[in-house]
C-alpha cells in the first residue's frame, strides 16, 4: 500500500520557470491537501480539494493553481516560480469528503528556486 | 485570534527516559486535535486524534492528553528510543471547519 506518492522528490528551478508537482493516493480518499513547510514556520495550506472536481483556495495560494484530475491525482503547477516559492511541499489526503486534518502525507518535494 | 502555540521548541534527552510535550490553543469552538510525528526528510505521520469529550489518548507509548477547559493538550512519550528522534506536531480544528491551525512543533532529539 503507497499511500500518498509525490513526484518529484527534489527540483531546483530558475526565477521564472514552470513546474507541475504530481500527487496520487491509492486510499480511495475523497479529500486532498497541498501544504508547504518552511523553516520556523507550522505547515500552512495552499490548495484544497474536497472531491473530484472540486478546489479552494488556503492560506497562501498566490503563486500557484491546482488540478484534481480524478479521485487519486491532485497536481500542483507553479507558472512562474519565484524565490520566495522555495519550500518543501506536501500533499496529504483524508477519507472525508471535507475539509479536515489530514490523515495521510506523502514525503514531500524539496523545491529550490534560484 | 486562533493560534497554537507548541513548548518547548526543542528538547534533548537521554534514551529511556520520558518527556512531555505541550500544546496550547486559543481555537474556539473546538473541535479536535491530532498530534503528528515527522522524521527528518519525511512527511507527518498521525499519532493520535481527540475529540472534545475525550481526555486520553494512547498509542503505544505515546499518551495524548486534552483539558478542553484550560485549551491544553500534551504528549507524554515513555521509556524513549532514538527512534523517537523527530519533530511532534500539534494541530487544532474547530467546529465549522474553517480554522484548522498547525503549531510550529516541537524538535526532540532521545541521545544514547
Known amino acids: 500500500n503507497a499511500g500518498v506518492t509525490q513526484t518529484p522528490k527534489f527540483q531546483v528551478l530558475k526565477t521564472g520557470q514552470s513546474m507541475t508537482l504530481q500527487c496520487a493516493q491509492d486510499m480511495n480518499h475523497n479529500s486532498m491537501y497541498w501544504y508547504r513547510q518552511d523553516p520556523g514556520m507550522g505547515l500552512r495550506l495552499i490548495y484544497y480539494s474536497a472531491s473530484e472536481g472540486t478546489t479552494d483556495k488556503g492560506e497562501v495560494p498566490n503563486g500557484y493553481n491546482v488540478s484534481r484530475l480524478n479521485k487519486r491525482e491532485f497536481s500542483l503547477r507553479l507558472e512562474s516560480a519565484a524565490p520566495s516559492q522555495t519550500s518543501v511541499y506536501f500533499c496529504?489526503?483524508?477519507?472525508?469528503?471535507?475539509?479536515?486534518?489530514?490523515?495521510?502525507f506523502g514525503d514531500g518535494t524539496r523545491l529550490s528556486i534560484l | 485570534k486562533n493560534q497554537v502555540e507548541q513548548s518547548p521548541q526543542s528538547l534533548i534527552i537521554l534514551e529511556g527516559k520520558n518527556c512531555t510535550l505541550q500544546?496550547?490553543?486559543?481555537?474556539?469552538?473546538?473541535?479536535?486535535l491530532r498530534w503528528y510525528k515527522q522524521d527528518t526528510g519525511r512527511g507527518p505521520v498521525s499519532l493520535t486524534i481527540?475529540?472534545?469529550?475525550?481526555n486520553t489518548k494512547s498509542n503505544g507509548r505515546y499518551t495524548a492528553t486534552l483539558d478542553a477547559d484550560t485549551k491544553q493538550s500534551s504528549l507524554h512519550i515513555t521509556a524513549s528510543q532514538l527512534s523517537d528522534s523527530a519533530s511532534y506536531i500539534c494541530?487544532?480544528?474547530?467546529?465549522?471547519?474553517?480554522?484548522?491551525?498547525f503549531g510550529k512543533g516541537t524538535t526532540l532529539s532521545v541521545s544514547s
Open positions: 496529504a489526503s483524508s477519507e472525508a469528503g471535507r475539509r479536515q486534518q489530514p490523515q495521510h
Open positions: 494541530v487544532v480544528s474547530d467546529q465549522a471547519g474553517t480554522a484548522l491551525i
Open positions: 500544546c496550547n490553543y486559543t481555537v474556539s469552538p473546538f473541535s479536535n
Open positions: 481527540m475529540t472534545f469529550s475525550e
